[in-house]
């Protein structure tokens, strides 16, 4: 049977699925850390900006209860930023701050976007197809419509119609999964979410979705990765 039987809608995680591990990793986290200094230097009085800093506040004021020995905030926010960015932290107000400098970046022509080769064919493939097209990540909402934006093989931001973010709820919790079958309007039976880690494909799979594994060159192996299907590329679909 195919794998994209009674499918209406796919979504798609970004990191290890769309696109290598190593260019969020080595590449947009690179930038983020380099350039935060002088970012938020350059955009302190920024209404969001300064949104996203007292977001960080609460995360930084959890870290200290917590004992997890953040470094001051009072003193260096972009230390505290660099901080959570070496420890791959997935929250809210670090990924939109990240956003906000990808933003720069991709705008002065510094940062191209890399995706799989067989991405932008399986994308015009499935909208030929009248499937939906939607991209679930950590990252922001802005990070993800910029890194589709400028990828080495054009603006693939006309295939995707909905983006979601750590604002509808973790990627490891079943409710997320619900609440985004809900917004696209689709059964979660009716719903291929694709993506490297099991943690994620066990909660969208709780919440009624199919789950697919994406074995991808640089993906981590996964643990009982074997109890769904998986591809190495989006060819087959």
């Given at each position: 049977?195919?794998?994209?039987h009674d499918?209406?809608g796919?979504l798609?995680d970004i990191?290890?699925t769309?696109?290598?591990?190593?260019?969020?990793?080595?590449?947009?986290?690179g930038y983020?850390?380099?350039?935060?200094r002088?970012?938020?230097?350059?955009?302190?009085?920024n209404?969001?900006?300064?949104?996203?800093?007292?977001?960080?506040?609460?995360e930084?004021?959890?870290?200290?209860r917590?004992?997890?020995?953040p470094?001051p905030?009072a003193?260096?926010?972009?230390?505290?930023?660099?901080?959570?960015?070496a420890?791959?932290?997935?929250?809210?107000?670090?990924k939109?701050?990240q956003g906000?400098?990808?933003?720069q970046?991709?705008?002065?022509?510094s940062l191209?976007?890399?995706?799989?080769?067989?991405?932008?064919?399986?994308?015009?493939?499935?909208?030929e197809q009248?499937?939906?097209?939607?991209?679930f990540?950590?990252?922001?909402?802005?990070?993800?419509?910029?890194?589709?934006?400028?990828?080495?093989?054009g603006d693939?931001?006309?295939f995707?119609?909905n983006?979601?973010?750590?604002?509808?709820?973790?990627k490891?919790?079943?409710?997320s999964?619900r609440?985004?079958?809900?917004?696209?309007?689709?059964?979660?039976?009716?719903?291929?979410?694709?993506?490297?880690?099991?943690?994620?494909?066990?909660?969208a799979?709780?919440?009624?979705?199919k789950p697919?594994?994406?074995?991808?060159?640089?993906?981590?192996p996964?643990p009982n990765g074997?109890?769904?299907?998986?591809?190495?590329?989006?060819?087959?679909?």
């Open positions: 049977m195919s794998l994209l499918v209406r796919i798609l990191e290890g769309t696109t290598p591990i190593a260019f969020v990793h080595d590449v947009l986290f983020a850390r380099d350039h935060v002088e970012f938020l230097a350059a955009n302190a009085a209404e969001e900006v300064r949104a996203d800093i007292a977001l960080l506040r609460d930084h004021a959890v870290d200290v917590e004992g997890r020995n470094p905030f003193d260096e926010v972009a230390t505290y930023v660099e901080w959570l960015i420890r791959d932290r997935k929250s809210t107000g670090l939109s701050l906000k400098i990808w933003r970046g991709y705008l002065d022509g191209k976007s890399q995706v799989f080769a067989d991405v932008a064919p399986a994308f015009e493939r499935w909208r009248g499937l939906s097209i939607s991209i990540s950590s990252g922001s909402v802005l990070a993800q419509q910029l890194l589709f934006a400028h990828t080495e093989a693939l931001t006309t995707i119609d983006y979601f973010d750590t604002t509808v709820g973790k490891g919790e079943a409710e999964y609440r985004i079958a809900e917004a696209l309007n689709l059964p979660p039976a009716h719903i291929l979410f694709i993506s490297d880690i099991v943690t994620e494909l066990d909660a799979n709780e919440a009624g979705m697919l594994l994406s074995l991808r060159p640089g993906n981590a996964q074997d109890q769904y299907p998986s591809i190495h590329t989006f060819d087959p679909l």
